[in-house]
């Protein structure tokens, strides 16, 4: 039987996963499939832990969630076809929920596929080498200091990108005298109430943890920038600034001549793509961009095709894009799609390629992902839903954050699932301290 080996075992392997099982509970034969997670649950980066560095067992800990997130884009937009919030909750639910209520319904979807003996926890794949025409997988099992080696005929990587820091240097860090840390080891802004704290970066992370810290008591946020300021209504005790230029103990100096003296760094610079189980005939090597060079359809290895990406993109979509990515593969594998010959692939590739890197706007790179997600589902039976109603909100949350950086989470959008407008939250996002479940069910 044809082996299939899943590595991680968070949105994008879950959907792989799911993948499968549909076309198993439609009778289809799939192939023996194995999915290896070296955390002790599922759910990826949406697991919440307080370890930063390493985690129980020594490895790197993978999750950059941290305490009292929210979600920063409409969940109308991530919604799975087949599985809606209000089939998991019950009832239609506000169109912005804390990072506790996403993993709930990222989780629920993944129990009711019935797929988790699939799944080896603590497991973490050391080495992927090619052997005939699949792979030999090098695997450790952390629990019993056990290594092991097993063929598989394909390889679905799955273990996201949004986890390795890319940590820059500037002159004189070394002397400052307060804490400094990158995003992906934030967890609580309760850290930081009274605090003046710097945010290295203009990015998601940055808009999103400086405005965590103020909103927790942080006397003031600085955001400092490299190419331009983000541009936002700020509340009072927020400011943007040039890039620092250096830093001498508590005092960091920028770009046009000013300074200040901080009690916090905190530097939301990106993630860097890893894969260091993977020699280099097979890593992919990108920065975070919408095309994936290397990859046809964003998820084949142009240069060996038993090999597959999954969520390696920059993000506008994402739980429907992986579930997109996930369904065109699983038919590879089952040989349902038959791949063109690798000069068509690389033609393909190329016309994705170039127009990236004509993208004007935000309001271009919205289209070219949805496109991206419809160039997919043209080959795959997944659930249709109203991709152009995702267009739209996207659109219209992009102009309402432009307006509100604080209040854009307070409206509503349409589900394109169950085509229902969501009801807005009982709480506005910048008074909302209590984030858990319950809280946010409730009303």
Same mark, same amino acid.
């Given at each position: 039987?044809?082996?299939?080996?899943?590595?991680?075992?968070?949105?994008?392997?879950?959907?792989?996963?799911?993948?499968?099982?549909?076309?198993?509970?439609?009778?289809?034969?799939?192939?023996?499939?194995?999915?290896?997670?070296?955390?002790?649950?599922?759910?990826?980066?949406?697991?919440?832990?307080?370890?930063?560095?390493?985690? @129980?067992?020594?490895?790197?800990? &993978? %999750?950059?969630?941290?305490?009292?997130?929210?979600?920063? =884009?409409? /969940?109308?937009?991530? !919604?799975?076809?087949?599985?809606?919030?209000?089939?998991?909750?019950?009832?239609?639910?506000?169109?912005?929920?804390?990072?506790?209520?996403?993993?709930?319904?990222?989780?629920?979807?993944?129990?009711?596929?019935?797929?988790? @003996?699939?799944?080896?926890?603590? &497991? %973490?794949?050391?080495?992927?080498?090619?052997?005939?025409? =699949?792979? /030999?997988?090098?695997? !450790?099992?952390?629990?019993?200091?056990?290594?092991?080696?097993?063929?598989?005929?394909?390889?679905?990587?799955?273990?996201?990108?949004?986890?390795?820091?890319?940590?820059?240097?500037?002159?004189?860090?070394?002397?400052?005298?307060?804490?400094?840390?990158?995003? &992906?080891?934030?967890?609580?802004?309760?850290?930081?109430?009274?605090?003046?704290?710097?945010?290295?970066?203009?990015?998601?992370?940055?808009?999103?943890?400086?405005?965590?810290?103020?909103?927790?008591?942080?006397?003031?946020?600085?955001?400092?920038?490299?190419?331009?300021?983000?541009?936002?209504?700020?509340?009072?005790?927020?400011?943007?600034?040039?890039?620092?230029?250096?830093?001498?103990?508590?005092?960091?100096?920028?770009?046009?001549?000013?300074?200040?003296?901080?009690?916090?760094?905190?530097?939301?610079?990106?993630?860097?793509?890893?894969?260091?189980?993977?020699?280099?005939?097979?890593?992919?090597?990108?920065?975070?961009?919408?095309?994936?060079?290397?990859?046809?359809?964003?998820?084949?290895?142009?240069?060996?095709?038993?090999?597959?990406?999954?969520?390696?993109?920059?993000?506008?979509?994402?739980?429907?894009?992986?579930?997109?990515?996930?369904?065109?593969?699983?038919?590879?594998?089952?040989?349902?799609?038959?791949?063109?010959?690798?000069?068509?692939?690389?033609?393909?590739?190329?016309?994705?390629?170039?127009?990236?890197?004509?993208?004007?706007?935000?309001?271009?790179?919205?289209?070219?992902?949805?496109?991206?997600?419809?160039?997919?589902?043209?080959?795959?039976?997944?659930?249709?839903?109203?991709?152009?109603?995702?267009?739209?909100?996207?659109?219209?949350?992009?102009?309402?954050?432009?307006?509100?950086?604080?209040?854009?989470?307070?409206?509503?959008?349409?589900?394109?699932?169950?085509?229902?407008?969501?009801?807005?939250?009982?709480?506005?996002?910048?008074?909302?301290?209590?984030?858990?479940?319950?809280?946010?069910?409730?009303?």
């Amino acid at each position: 039987m044809t082996k299939v080996c899943i590595i991680g075992a968070g949105p994008s392997g879950l959907s792989a996963l799911r993948a499968f099982s549909t076309a198993r509970d439609q009778g289809i034969q799939i192939p023996d499939i194995t999915c290896f997670e070296k955390q002790n649950n599922w759910g990826g980066q949406w697991n919440f832990t307080w370890r930063t560095s390493l985690d @129980e067992n020594g490895e790197p800990v &993978h %999750s950059s969630m941290y305490r009292h997130l929210w979600s920063n =884009g409409p /969940k109308e937009c991530l !919604e799975f076809s087949d599985y809606s919030f209000e089939e998991h909750f019950g009832k239609s639910i506000p169109s912005f929920p804390p990072r506790s209520v996403l993993r709930d319904y990222i989780v629920g979807r993944a129990e009711r596929s019935n797929v988790k @003996e699939l799944v080896k926890f603590n &497991h %973490s794949v050391r080495l992927v080498e090619k052997d005939k025409e =699949g792979f /030999k997988v090098t695997v !450790e099992d952390i629990n019993k200091k056990k290594v092991i080696k097993e063929y598989f005929d394909y390889v679905i990587v799955a273990t996201g990108h949004f986890s390795v820091p890319n940590v820059p240097e500037f002159e004189g860090i070394e002397t400052f005298t307060g804490r400094v840390m990158h995003a &992906h080891d934030f967890r609580s802004a309760a850290e930081f109430i009274g605090k003046d704290v710097l945010v290295v970066g203009a990015s998601y992370s940055a808009e999103d943890i400086g405005l965590q810290c103020k909103k927790y008591g942080a006397k003031t946020v600085s955001f400092t920038f490299r190419t331009a300021p983000m541009g936002f209504i700020w509340p009072d005790g927020v400011d943007e600034r040039p890039l620092l230029t250096s830093v001498n103990r508590s005092t960091v100096t920028f770009r046009d001549g000013s300074n200040k003296n901080f009690d916090a760094i905190i530097l939301c610079t990106g993630y860097l793509h890893s894969f260091p189980f993977l020699p280099e005939d097979l890593r992919l090597v990108t920065n975070n961009r919408l095309f994936s060079p290397g990859l046809f359809k964003g998820v084949v290895w142009n240069d060996n095709t038993h090999l597959f990406y999954i969520g390696m993109q920059d993000q506008w979509y994402t739980f429907t894009m992986f579930d997109a990515e996930a369904w065109y593969t699983r038919d590879v594998i089952l040989e349902r799609i038959k791949l063109p010959v690798k000069e068509e692939r690389t033609l393909d590739m190329n016309k994705w390629d170039e127009r990236e890197n004509k993208l004007e706007d935000a309001y271009e790179m919205i289209d070219y992902q949805a496109d991206y997600i419809r160039a997919l589902l043209e080959f795959s039976d997944y659930p249709s839903f109203n991709l152009n109603l995702t267009q739209k909100e996207f659109k219209a949350w992009k102009k309402e954050k432009e307006k509100s950086i604080l209040g854009y989470r307070d409206k509503s959008y349409c589900s394109p699932v169950t085509n229902k407008q969501s009801p807005v939250h009982h709480t506005k996002w910048w008074e909302a301290m209590d984030d858990t479940i319950d809280n946010y069910l409730k009303g």
